[in-house]
């Protein structure tokens, strides 16, 4: 359920109560470029552990949104490359990554190691076909120490402005490399069972489909939601403790913008 949480965080990203006013930036969708906000909401994913206990949890951002730097709960951007409606901007960004667990996060994970959230430095790239289709990039690496592997991926944002709501749709693809694999879904041979058993991956391929709809109530106040489906790669999905490999999240947010 915490990767969920970080998860969502970098999609449901909010701001101004201004229909229109929404843009994507260091593969975020933000649309309150030079204030603050505050945002709490309720996010529910389905199982991503066999027997896992739970589902639902509360999400919390806060931050500021600059022309050039963005400072939240799901991390730090700074765009040292380019302007906004510039075809090409470049950004290096500093966040939390990873699967914390323990035994007490789902039944198959009783007896097992904890794995610890990490923290990674990336890049991103972001190509603005137009101002409402953006493709963004990423490419970042664990700094913690934690899973010592990398990560990158794509994503296609498509803004479309339907009267006094902005919906976004998105399609992605991501990799993850093995040492990823291996530290949050692999089982070494002290963690094995008859119900668990050893497992060791190869680098993942993971698929996404999903939406952010904003709906601003005022000039502070708006109602976002969001909707993700990620078909996970099969060495992550192959492992004994994966509950599936088509994985859902939906959630729902109110942000305060000043």
């Given at each position: 359920?915490?990767?969920?949480?970080?998860?969502?965080?970098?999609?449901?990203?909010?701001?101004?109560?201004f229909?229109?006013?929404?843009?994507?930036?260091?593969?975020?969708?933000y649309?309150n470029e030079?204030?603050?906000m505050?945002?709490?909401?309720?996010?529910h994913?389905?199982?991503?552990?066999?027997?896992?206990?739970?589902?639902?949890?509360?999400l919390l951002?806060?931050?500021y949104?600059?022309?050039?730097f963005?400072?939240?709960?799901?991390?730090?951007?700074?765009?040292?490359?380019?302007?906004?409606?510039?075809?090409?901007?470049?950004?290096?960004y500093?966040?939390?990554?990873?699967?914390?667990?323990?035994?007490?996060?789902?039944?198959?994970?009783?007896?097992?190691?904890?794995?610890?959230?990490?923290?990674d430095?990336?890049?991103?790239?972001?190509?603005?076909?137009?101002?409402?289709?953006?493709?963004?990039?990423?490419?970042?690496?664990?700094?913690s120490?934690?899973?010592?592997?990398?990560?990158?991926?794509?994503?296609?944002f498509?803004?479309?402005?339907?009267?006094n709501?902005?919906?976004?749709?998105?399609?992605?693809?991501?990799?993850q490399?093995?040492?990823?694999?291996?530290?949050?879904?692999?089982?070494?041979?002290?963690?094995?069972t008859?119900?668990?058993?050893a497992?060791k991956?190869?680098?993942?391929?993971?698929?996404?489909?999903?939406y952010?709809?904003?709906?601003?109530?005022?000039d502070?106040?708006?109602?976002?939601?969001?909707?993700?489906?990620t078909?996970?790669?099969?060495?992550?999905?192959?492992?004994s403790?994966?509950d599936?490999?088509?994985?859902?999240?939906?959630?729902?947010?109110?942000?305060?913008?000043?």
């Open positions: 359920m915490k990767k969920i949480l970080f998860t969502l965080a970098a999609l449901s990203t909010t701001g101004s109560a229909a229109g006013d929404t843009y994507i930036r260091n593969g975020h969708v649309n030079g204030g603050w505050v945002e709490a909401g309720v996010v994913g389905s199982d991503l552990f066999k027997d896992q206990k739970h589902n639902t949890a509360p951002n806060g931050g949104h600059g022309d050039d963005n400072a939240d709960l799901s991390g730090i951007n700074y765009r040292f490359l380019g302007n906004t409606n510039d075809v090409f901007n470049m950004s290096t500093l966040t939390g990554s990873g699967v914390a667990r323990d035994g007490d996060t789902a039944g198959i994970l009783k007896g097992t190691d904890k794995r610890r959230f990490s923290v430095m990336g890049l991103n790239a972001d190509f603005t076909i137009n101002k409402n289709n953006v493709i963004s990039t990423y490419v970042q690496h664990d700094i120490g934690q899973y010592d592997g990398l990560q990158a991926g794509a994503t296609y498509h803004i479309m402005n339907i009267g709501v902005d919906l976004v749709p998105f399609a992605n693809v991501s990799y490399s093995e040492e990823y694999v291996n530290h949050y879904f692999g089982v070494n041979q002290k963690e094995a008859a119900q668990r058993k497992y991956a190869d680098s993942s391929v993971n698929y996404g489909l999903g952010k709809l904003i709906m601003p109530i005022n502070n106040w708006q109602v976002s939601q969001v909707t993700q489906y078909r996970l790669g099969n060495d992550i999905s192959d492992s403790i994966v599936s490999a088509n994985q859902w999240l939906v959630g729902a947010t109110v942000a305060y913008s000043f």
